[in-house]
T-cell receptor, first 116, second 109 residues
Framework: GAVVSQHPSWVICKSGTSVKIECRSL??????MFWYRQFPKQSLMLMAT?????????EQGVEKDKFLINHASLTLSTLTVTSAHPEDSSFYIC????????????FGQGTRLTVV | GQNIDQPTEMTATEGAIVQINCTYQ??????LFWYQQHAGEAPTFLSY??LDGLEEKGRFSSFLSRSKGYSYLLLKELQMKDSASYLC??????????WGAGTKLIIKP
C-alpha cells in the first residue's frame, strides 16, 4: 500500500519558538493532504486540508497564522507551528488521499509535540 | 450537520467476540472506514464499506447499511493485542472523512 512518512516523530521545543513538521507521500502523488491534531484520549480533529499549489483550507477555530501549511509539491506538505505555547502540545498527524480517492487515507506516523 | 456516533468504551474477554457499532449522518456518502489506533500511534486502516452488506477480513468483519446510516465492526477470537481505540469515519460527498470520537476497547484475560 501507499506510504506516508512524517517527520519528526517527536519534538520538544521552548515556548515562543516555531516547529516545522513534514509529511511526505513516498510512492504516490498526493494532491490532497490532511492535517489532524489529537489530544490525549480524544479523536482526531481535522485542522486543515492542504491542496498542492494552493492555499490550505482551515477548519473553524484553527488559526491559519499560527499553523502555517505549505503544500509546494505533490509529495510534500509541511505544518509549521509558530510561536508555540504549552497548550499547543499535542499529537499531530498527517494523511494523504490514495490515488483512487475511494479508498483509505494513509497516515503518517504522527508527531508528538511538547512545548515547555 | 454531519455526525458520527459510536460508544466511548467497551470491555470484552480474550477469545470472545465483540461488535462495535457506529451510526453516521453525512452530506453525501462515499464510504465508511474503520481504523484501529493504539495509544500514542497513528491510526491504521482496517476496512472500507461502500455497499450494503458484510465484508469479512480474517478475524475482523465490517457491516454497512446505507439506508440506516449504520455500520459495525465485528472482532472475533479477541486477543490482548486488540486492546485499542477503534475509529469509525464516514466519507462525505467532498471525499472528506468525518470522524467519530473512537471506541476504546479493553480486553480482559
Amino acid at each position: 500500500g501507499a506510504v506516508v512518512s512524517q517527520h519528526p516523530s517527536w519534538v520538544i521545543c521552548k515556548s515562543g519558538t516555531s516547529v516545522k513538521i513534514e509529511c511526505r507521500s513516498l510512492d504516490f502523488q498526493a494532491t490532497t493532504m490532511f492535517w489532524y491534531r489529537q489530544f490525549p484520549k480524544q479523536s482526531l480533529m481535522l485542522m486543515a486540508t492542504s491542496n498542492e499549489g494552493s492555499k490550505a483550507t482551515y477548519e473553524q477555530g484553527v488559526e491559519k497564522d499560527k499553523f502555517l501549511i505549505n503544500h509546494a509539491s505533490l509529495t510534500l506538505s509541511t505544518l509549521t507551528v509558530t510561536s508555540a505555547h504549552p497548550e499547543d502540545s499535542s499529537f499531530y498527524i498527517c494523511s494523504a488521499s490514495a490515488p483512487d480517492r475511494n479508498t483509505e487515507a494513509f497516515f503518517g506516523q504522527g508527531t508528538r509535540l511538547t512545548v515547555v | 450537520g454531519q455526525n458520527i456516533d459510536q460508544p466511548t468504551e467497551m470491555t470484552a474477554t480474550e477469545g470472545a467476540i465483540v461488535q462495535i457499532n457506529c451510526t453516521y449522518q453525512t452530506s453525501g456518502f462515499n464510504g465508511l472506514f474503520w481504523y484501529q489506533q493504539h495509544a500514542g500511534e497513528a491510526p491504521t486502516f482496517l476496512s472500507y464499506n461502500v455497499l450494503d452488506g458484510l465484508e469479512e477480513k480474517g478475524r475482523f468483519s465490517s457491516f454497512l447499511s446505507r439506508s440506516k446510516g449504520y455500520s459495525y465492526l465485528l472482532l472475533k477470537e479477541l486477543q490482548m493485542k486488540d486492546s485499542a481505540s477503534y475509529l469509525c469515519a464516514a466519507m462525505d460527498s467532498n471525499y472528506q472523512l468525518i470522524w467519530g470520537a473512537g471506541t476504546k476497547l479493553i480486553i480482559k484475560p
